[in-house]
């Protein structure tokens, strides 16, 4: 697991703050307890509106 995060550049040394987010918060939530109670880092937070919650609000940035 902790190869993947890295090779994402999400591991501790890497990132300061890691936020996690899918369409319904279902496998963002899966993602955040792996990292944080599998690998045990403090880094990762899960945006709990998700996608269906930023992609639905006009006006906020979409990077594609």
Not at 14 to 35: G, K, M, N, P
Not at 41 to 50: A, E, F, I, K, P
């Amino acid at each position: 697991m902790e190869e993947a995060f890295r090779s994402v550049g999400a591991a501790p040394d890497q990132a300061d703050e890691v936020v996690a987010y899918c369409r319904l918060s279902r496998r963002a939530s899966l993602l955040w307890f792996t990292a944080t109670r599998t690998l045990g880092w403090d880094h990762v937070r899960v945006y709990d509106g998700s996608w269906t919650e930023w992609g639905s609000s006009v006006g906020l940035p979409v990077e594609r």
